[in-house]
């Protein structure tokens, strides 16, 4: 009776352990795979990341401040692409920040916003006396979308870089503002998805098709796979972005 008391416990020890190095193995090769995918920051967007005369940057343990020392506008609330590190957008965000308007850039669980999608929440908790739009980069604005449309009295507008919003992230019947930005040669994005995503945004959505523009050239991390070949520069799709967004927000501020 205790022989075999002492087997089953040992298979039972073994299962145990086996199923341990099981779940250690498969976190390891997910840590491994996310590692290997991440897109991280290059030269400009690492430059990016640093203070300026008129932007001060605070690397918070949430999101990533980008705080005009003159804030004149209203608040950016941005959602990273899938696999792209956060400070690689850090470029556009000073270009915002510059305009006028803090910007804050969230920092997600394994750099995919579809696991942190209502983290906008936090921001707009810690600064309630600031008026918000949100948005994102290709599933960063999917993701956007889906939280403007359960907090849709909570925000003035939405924009949509390279992205689309889905049934969940429907904000048609909403009074948002809504602007999506999509480059002539981003061969990432599904042009069918988009175009079906139409019937999710508001009637008086502002499409504007980035001349020459992709679907990397959001942020500076390098070539995306599957992407088109730019026909302008990064620097020249990040201003041309930059610009439509100050423009539409101050269309917003105007109204408010």
Known sequence: ??????????????????????????????????????????????????????????????????????????SVIFYQGAFVEEASYAPLAQLLAEGGHPVYVMKMPANLSVAGGNSASKVMEAYPEETFVIGGHSLGGAMAARFAASHADELVGMFLLGAYADEKGDVSDTSLSVISIIGEKDDVVNRENVEVGRDYLPQDTIYYNLPGGNHAQYGDYGLQKGDGTA??????????????LLSWMDQIQSTK
């Open 1 to 74: 009776m205790n022989s075999n008391k002492t087997k089953q416990h040992r298979k039972l020890k073994i299962t145990i352990w086996s199923i341990i190095i099981l779940v250690v193995l498969v976190i390891g090769g997910l840590w491994t795979y996310l590692s290997m995918n991440t897109l991280e920051p290059l030269e400009r967007a690492q430059a990016a990341m640093q203070s300026t005369e008129q932007v001060e940057v605070v690397d918070q343990k949430q999101w990533i401040e980008f705080k005009p020392k003159q804030p004149q506008g209203v």
């Open 231 to 244: 026909d302008i520069t990064m620097e020249e799709q990040l201003t041309l972005t930059a610009d439509s």
